[in-house]
């Protein structure tokens, strides 16, 4: 059997909170169990959380790096809004101030394993995480910018809510997918790209409203994102696509990074 992949996954962060009655005062991150369970589907990668190593309570030596160094390739979960500012804009309403502590993390990580020439998958956030990371903006708010476009996120719903997406001819993602041209995926956002980064290809939209589905990267070494969220259903449950070949080419990417480096 060949040695399995260690595929970093990117934390999630609950801030301290005197109010909250349980861990009060404390910084919690963490994973959706959905995600690694996702990463180890096909038993060919071990999925490792990578904690922030800043905080509060920080102690030690252990960077970003390091992780980037010892993992194979990263994956970027979805979660909450990124912070406007890291794409020069002021918030439009309160509630769209984001997590500007996550981004930080996640860009700097992202960019670890870049440097690294090491995989990067991103999902529903983390494809918008790499497209600022890489000098792209964002919608702070579909609905309100864009009202003519289809409803990304149903609250009531949640992954319950559904839509097509068109994959463009000729891409990698395309590729993947041979004589399928559109599928149905889930889709759970509010925020969506605006300016797409330098250097970046759609892969998929929404043939609704034009929306960005899917991007990849031009450069050296394996960039890849989707808008929707992979790891909630399980393959064509609901009607959806298959997402075990976007998998299987993440996973032979991180291996191929691995041998390179033998």
């Not at 929404?206 to 989707?226: F, H, K, N, T």
Request: aromatic share 10%; net charge negative; glycine share 8%.
């Amino acid at each position: 059997m060949k040695e399995r992949l260690k595929i970093g996954i990117s934390a999630c962060f609950f801030h301290a909170d005197t109010a909250r009655p349980i861990f009060t005062g404390k910084t919690l991150q963490y994973i959706e169990q959905s995600v690694a369970h996702w990463v180890a589907s096909n038993g060919e990668a071990l999925p490792v959380m990578v904690p922030s190593p800043l905080g509060d309570t920080s102690r030690g030596k252990v960077s970003l790096d390091d992780y980037a160094t010892w993992l194979d390739g990263l994956v970027l979960m979805g979660g909450s809004d990124m912070w406007p500012g890291h794409y020069g804009e002021e918030p439009l309403q309160p509630q769209w101030l984001g997590d500007r502590v996550r981004d930080e993390y996640e860009t700097a990580l992202a960019r670890a394993f870049v440097a690294e020439g090491k995989p990067v998958f991103g999902v529903c956030r983390g494809l918008q995480v790499l497209n600022v990371a890489f000098g792209g903006s964002l919608l702070q708010d579909i609905g309100t910018l864009k009202p003519q476009a289809l409803a990304h996120r149903q609250a009531e719903l949640y992954d319950q809510h559904f839509h097509q997406v068109e994959l463009v001819a000729g891409t990698r993602l395309a590729q993947l997918y041979p004589g399928a041209s559109r599928f149905q995926v889930n889709s759970v956002h509010h925020q969506g790209i605006n300016r797409l980064a330098k250097d970046f290809t759609v892969e998929a939209t929404c043939p609704d409203d034009e929306l960005i589905e899917a991007i990849r990267w031009r450069g050296p070494s394996y960039v890849a994102a989707v808008q929707w969220h992979p790891e909630f259903h399980k393959p064509l449950e609901h009607g959806v696509i298959d997402d075990g070949p976007i998998l299987a080419d993440f996973l032979d990417a991180a291996r191929a990074a691995r041998a390179a480096r033998a």
